[in-house]
């Protein structure tokens, strides 16, 4: 038996991984969504494998090899550390 992978790239809207399971089973003959999904015996290798997974962040590409940020600017000639600024409340209507 082959299995054939897909090389369809589109955004996929993932809420969880339960509903990603569901959506994966519905696309996968039963068998090969069995053999991958299983566990042998104790099921010590899943349990890792799940495990490793749940510690992972997403990590947008904007933010991609950068250490620190400096976020230093100035403002009318005024230095700050940061970009900030406050608006004076609103009076009247």
């Known amino acids: 038996m082959t299995y054939h992978t897909s090389n369809e790239e589109h955004p996929i809207d993932i809420v969880n991984i339960a509903s990603l399971e569901g959506r994966v089973k519905e ?27 749940n510690t992972k962040k997403i990590m947008p590409r904007i933010l991609r090899g950068i250490d620190s940020a400096d976020l230093h600017t100035s403002v009318f000639g005024i230095e700050l550390d940061y970009p900030s600024a406050i608006s004076g409340p609103r009076i009247g209507t």
Request: net charge negative; proline share 0%.
């Open 27 to 53: 696309r996968m003959e039963a068998g090969a969504f069995g053999y991958i999904r299983g566990g042998s015996e104790d099921e010590w290798t899943m349990k890792e494998n799940t495990t490793s997974f």
